[in-house]
């Protein structure tokens, strides 16, 4: 039988539907409270609030479960790679051999970016954060492609392949392009043989004689990072995306309003906000305990730990956790700030205030590690989680845009300002 809730207000009641999604989690359907009741439900940071269905990712936060299209993201890491992660997230299946070698053609092929976009680069100044340059970018993109950028849904679909595509492949020119911008470096133009992270690799690091090599498997380690961060459900930029696209705005505008809702030290910019955290620490001679004490009090925050989701250990971490590990070793690196990580661990691990609000390690907090070791600047870090999350924004702006039910998202409030005031003219204030 159908599960129904019931709402009473005062002496009168109301039913509403319950919903149920695949793996049985329970939400009550209240479309049509404020019209039957004349209240709207309060959530403020939308802690209980279902903002859509979605057949993308599912998360089970108390059991540290993540699944995209139903693959589990343990197997995906062990299985799969960036590419092929990306064409299942955006189309809902793994790809044939034909369909992932038109998919990674049509990446490897549009891995340029127009020249005027070098000169639109140059004019920000040389210390500008690279997650302004990279969301102003990403709009700017929009400009060259009209066709595709057209904020007219029928035909921005007819052309999500390509746009699709080029947002997958651009994006990564576009990082590469804002750190040698940065560090006053020529541009290095893409390699078509190369495959996704490498490919990145090369447009950091190569000089004009001298191709980038990798000798300690980074390649592979950036791969996974990348594959890792493609998409996680209902986050801060995902949603942000999915508000942007339920006005019907195109797939590069809602992506660069994206990237600006990941900036935030909260959100993806938590994985530089670790390594900053991290170096103050160093810097200060503490072993990590004076810092624990300060996050118990109030005073500090400890960054990479926590999830509004996850009530148990986050994936991601695990195995983030374990190719980092890999990677030191295999280098050989000696980096004082891995053993304050690993301290911090410990220690939050095994201390009563982090068990029992159930904060462990989330993605950001060993993914450091592995950047630093790649090379990647720390204020670059965040960027990186932008390529990484770009198949999932794609993927959740064509749920929206491909469903005729979607409405522009548009939440209410609770007013808590003044009543009606007659206006005071100027000299009488
Ligand atoms: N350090 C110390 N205390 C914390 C932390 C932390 N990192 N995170 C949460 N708490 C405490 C918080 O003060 C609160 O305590 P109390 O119940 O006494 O008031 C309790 O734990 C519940 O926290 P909350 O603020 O209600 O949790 P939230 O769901 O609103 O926030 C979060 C989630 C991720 C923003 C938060 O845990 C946080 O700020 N973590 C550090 C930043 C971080 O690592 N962000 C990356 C998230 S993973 C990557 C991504 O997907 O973006």
């Known amino acids: 039988m159908d599960k129904k809730a019931t709402i009473t207000i005062e002496d009168q009641s109301y039913e509403y539907p319950v919903m149920v999604g695949t793996e049985n989690e329970h939400a009550i359907d209240l479309r049509s409270l404020r019209k039957d009741t004349g209240h709207i439900t309060f959530d403020e940071g939308y802690g209980n609030t279902g903002s859509c269905e979605s057949e993308i990712t599912f998360i089970d936060g108390e059991k540290g479960i993540l699944r995209n299209r139903g693959y589990s993201i343990e197997e995906l890491a062990e299985h799969s790679f960036f590419i092929e992660t990306a064409y299942l997230i955006i189309y809902g299946e793994l790809p044939t051999n034909d369909e992932l070698s038109a998919f990674r053609l049509n990446i490897a092929h549009n891995a340029n970016v127009h020249t005027r976009l070098e000169n639109f680069m ?25 066709q595709m950028a057209s904020n007219n849904r029928q035909q921005d679909l007819e052309y999500f392949d ?72 209902q986050n801060c930029s995902t949603s942000t995306v999915r508000m942007v696209a339920s006005s019907g705005a195109n797939l590069f505008a809602s992506i660069s309003a994206g990237v600006c809702a990941l900036w935030g030290p909260l959100h993806g910019g938590a994985n530089t906000a670790v390594v900053r955290m991290l170096e103050e620490i160093y810097r200060t001679g503490d072993d990590g305990s004076k810092f624990i004490e300060n996050a118990k009090n109030g005073k500090a925050k400890l960054m990479g730990f926590g999830h509004r989701v996850y009530k148990n250990y986050d994936p991601r971490a695990k195995i983030v956790g374990r190719v980092a590990e890999g990677i030191v070793q295999k280098m050989g690196i000696k980096d004082p700030l891995l053993d304050i990580a690993k301290n911090l661990e410990q220690a939050a691990l095994n201390d009563d205030y982090f068990v029992e609000r159930k904060l462990y390690p989330n993605v950001d907090f060993y993914s450091g590690i592995i950047l630093k070791a790649a090379g990647i600047p720390v204020d670059m870090f965040t960027v990186m989680f932008a390529i990484g999350r770009m198949p999932g924004w794609i993927a959740n702006w064509r749920e929206i845009a491909l469903n005729p039910a979607s409405r522009i998202h548009r939440p209410r409030q609770i007013y808590t300002g003044s009543h009606l005031r007659p206006y005071v003219p100027i000299d009488q204030r």
């Open 122 to 146: 140059l004019g920000f100044p040389r210390r500008s954060s690279p997650m302004a340059v990279l969301s102003s970018m990403l709009n700017a993109l929009g400009t060259y492609y009209p």
């Open 162 to 233: 390509d746009a699709a595509a080029f947002l997958i492949s651009k994006v990564r020119t576009l990082a590469a392009m804002i750190y040698r911008n940065q560090t006053g470096q020529p541009y290095i133009y893409p390699r078509n043989d190369l495959h996704y992270a490498g490919n990145f690799l090369h447009m950091m690091f190569s000089e004009p004689y001298h191709d980038y090599e990798d000798r300690s498997g980074l390649t592979n380690a950036l791969d996974l990072f990348f594959m890792l961060h493609a998409d996680h459900e």
